[in-house]
């Protein structure tokens, strides 16, 4: 079992819906979340990082923690076709090594 | 500007060639990565340097060869590859430590493609 799972996808939505992107992970000692977002032959770019279980809210998206369940997700409100990319999860230990999912691709149809 | 910047971001050589990737970053972290991403395949990571140190090697074939001068800078020298070594290669730094939990910043990555 990978230590992080995500739904490759492709996920296509229409624009303006919301879209949900998930990763769960299986190491309880995951204390810090981050998503990363990837566009076509570009280096992955930070989106959110969260500490511990809760919400973060920056503008369109919102990361979200359940620590409980071993589940992170990351929501993006009225998407746009600018949004469509790789996500990309990935989460540290105590030892701040780094562990990442293979990456979710959204597309977002105009 | 991402704050960490690679040079070249595209490189196309053969298989006896010898060529660098070069890495610098401006944000004051104190590791530095490099990671290849394979197409449809997750990052994988290669080397760490933390303060100038390498702290890990995963299981990387010799004709990869880090090389980390100073704090800024890293370099990723590369000799005899294999066509497999095709992929694009991204460095990353970032602050290790409580208050950032180990946030990595990628830089733009360098494509290679290998003949």
């Known amino acids: 079992q990978k230590e992080v799972e995500q739904d490759p996808g492709p996920l296509s939505v229409p624009e303006g819906a919301i879209v949900s992107l998930n990763c769960t992970y299986s190491?309880?000692?995951?204390?810090?979340f981050m998503w990363y977002r990837q566009y076509s032959r570009k280096g992955p770019e930070l989106l959110m990082y969260?500490?511990s279980s809760g919400n973060k809210e920056d503008g369109r998206f919102t990361a979200q923690v359940d620590k409980s369940s071993k589940y992170i997700s990351l929501f993006i409100r009225d998407s746009q076709p600018s949004d469509s990319a790789t996500y990309l999860c990935a989460m540290t230990d105590s030892n701040y090594q780094l562990i990442w999912g293979a990456g979710t691709k959204l597309i977002i149809k105009p | 500007e991402t704050g960490v910047t690679q040079t070249p971001r595209h490189l196309v050589m053969g298989m006896t060639n010898k060529k660098s990737l070069k890495c610098e970053q401006h944000l004051g972290h104190n590791a530095m990565y490099w990671y290849k991403q394979s197409a449809k395949k997750p990052l994988e990571l290669m080397f760490v340097?933390?303060?100038?140190?390498?702290?890990e090697n995963n299981s990387v074939p010799s004709r990869f060869s880090p090389e980390c001068p100073n704090s800024s800078h890293l370099f990723l020298h590369l000799h005899t590859l294999q066509p497999e070594d095709s992929a694009l290669y991204l460095c990353a730094s970032s602050q290790v430590g409580r208050d950032s939990g180990n946030t990595i910043y990628f830089g733009e990555g360098s494509w290679l493609t290998v003949v």
């Open positions: 340097y933390n303060f100038k140190e390498q702290t």
């Open positions: 969260t500490y």
């Open positions: 190491n309880s000692a995951f204390q810090y």
